[in-house]
């Protein structure tokens, strides 16, 4: 009788391992995996515990986020406008359901006082800091075309923020162009705004989803993005009481979070063919320069399925 319970026993694990194999299960299902920076109207939502179906991952960059939806580890993330387009050139599936106010004072090229630069042009034969496949990656390509300028012009170098914060202030790089909130936090003594991106590019922010969350977590993925727009909607309207929050979620001083935010700080928007038009541009500058691989059609990667959240 005892060998026939074990036995009994040792099915039934098999076959409770055996249902788990190959997919989710129901409690990954019920949790919205969303990847975020270090900045923005997610850190804000975090920081309010407002979406309990929601488990955090931190990433440095956009790039480093989209290799995670690319890997599976993330339902939902958001990124400025160049990484979808060189994930979408590297093979990762996602759709882009939600976009930002334009946020052109969000992202600078940095440069020391001391070395006397007043233009961009001044930069020729200089070294470059930023961070390859990052919003910063177009406002360069448009900086040296309003400049007239090739991108031989200067000496690029592809640094991540932690990497270039040092360089830059060690003068082992001329100039680094960097976006909120690592930009307030590199305004010191000493170092100035050699350009923005007004005039040049939107610098937006988009959110992406991968597909099996948009057919497994629908759902969710809606309740999150509502919730997401109303905690925006909240932060701008209560810029003191955001500041507060942000900054020790964020870990930097208020003053920085403040004059940061006052910049950035937009509310989301839906996206639509022009946001697809906008975006298709980039895509095709970016291949025109071969900074990607080859031509890639972005605007099919628009979903406006949520759009009716955002109105």
């Given at each position: 009788?005892?060998?026939?319970?074990?036995?009994f026993?040792?099915l039934?694990?098999?076959g409770?391992l055996?249902?788990?194999g190959g997919g989710?299960?129901?409690a990954?299902?019920?949790?919205?995996?969303?990847?975020?920076?270090?900045?923005g109207?997610?850190?804000?939502?975090k920081?309010?515990?407002?979406?309990?179906?929601?488990?955090?991952?931190l990433f440095?960059?956009?790039?480093?986020?989209?290799?995670?939806?690319?890997?599976?580890?993330?339902?939902i993330?958001?990124t400025?406008e160049?990484p979808?387009i060189?994930a979408?050139?590297g093979?990762?599936?996602?759709k882009?359901?939600?976009t930002?106010?334009p946020?052109?004072?969000?992202e600078?090229?940095?440069?020391?006082?001391k070395?006397?630069?007043?233009?961009?042009?001044?930069?020729?034969?200089?070294?470059?800091?930023l961070?390859?496949?990052?919003?910063?990656?177009?406002?360069?390509?448009k900086?040296?075309?309003?400049n007239?300028?090739?991108?031989?012009d200067?000496?690029?170098?592809?640094?991540?923020?932690?990497?270039a914060?040092?360089?830059?202030?060690?003068?082992q790089?001329?100039?680094?162009?960097?976006?909120?909130?690592?930009?307030?936090?590199?305004?010191q003594?000493?170092v100035?705004?050699?350009?923005?991106?007004?005039?040049?590019?939107?610098?937006?922010?988009?959110?992406?989803?991968?597909?099996?969350?948009?057919?497994?977590?629908?759902d969710?993925v809606?309740?999150?993005?509502?919730?997401?727009?109303?905690?925006?909607?909240w932060?701008?309207?209560?810029?003191?009481?955001?500041?507060?929050?942000?900054?020790?979620?964020?870990?930097?001083?208020e003053?920085?979070?403040?004059?940061?935010?006052e910049?950035?700080?937009q509310?989301l928007?839906?996206v639509?063919?022009?946001i697809?038009?906008?975006?298709q541009?980039?895509a095709?500058?970016?291949?025109?320069l071969?900074?990607?691989?080859?031509?890639?059609d972005i605007?099919?990667?628009?979903?406006?399925?949520f759009?009716?959240?955002?109105?």
């Amino acid at each position: 009788m005892r060998r026939v319970l074990a036995l009994f026993g040792v099915l039934t694990l098999i076959g409770s391992l055996t249902s788990c194999g190959g997919g989710e299960t129901k409690a990954e299902k019920e949790q919205l995996r969303v990847g975020y920076q270090r900045f923005g109207g997610q850190s804000l939502l975090k920081a309010r515990g407002l979406a309990p179906n929601a488990s955090w991952s931190l990433f440095e960059s956009g790039p480093a986020l989209t290799e995670a939806i690319k890997a599976g580890a993330i339902d939902i993330g958001q990124t400025g406008e160049a990484p979808p387009i060189f994930a979408a050139a590297g093979g990762t599936k996602f759709k882009i359901i939600a976009t930002s106010e334009p946020v052109p004072k969000g992202e600078a090229v940095l440069v020391k006082e001391k070395n006397g630069f007043t233009s961009f042009k001044d930069l020729k034969g200089k070294k470059v800091a930023l961070n390859k496949g990052s919003n910063v990656n177009w406002l360069l390509v448009k900086l040296l075309e309003a400049n007239d300028m090739k991108i031989t012009d200067i000496e690029v170098q592809y640094l991540k923020p932690a990497e270039a914060r040092p360089a830059f202030d060690n003068d082992q790089v001329d100039a680094w162009i960097i976006w909120d909130p690592y930009f307030s936090l590199a305004e010191q003594p000493g170092v100035k705004v050699l350009a923005d991106a007004t005039g040049l590019a939107n610098n937006r922010e988009y959110l992406l989803v991968s597909p099996e969350a948009l057919r497994n977590k629908p759902d969710l993925v809606r309740e999150y993005l509502r919730v997401y727009r109303e905690v925006t909607d909240w932060g701008i309207a209560n810029p003191e009481e955001r500041v507060k929050l942000l900054a020790p979620e964020l870990k930097i001083p208020e003053d920085v979070a403040r004059r940061a935010l006052e910049r950035s700080a937009q509310p989301l928007a839906q996206v639509d063919a022009t946001i697809g038009d906008e975006l298709q541009q980039i895509a095709d500058g970016f291949a025109d320069l071969a900074l990607i691989p080859g031509k890639v059609d972005i605007k099919s990667l628009v979903d406006p399925s949520f759009s009716d959240v955002l109105k």
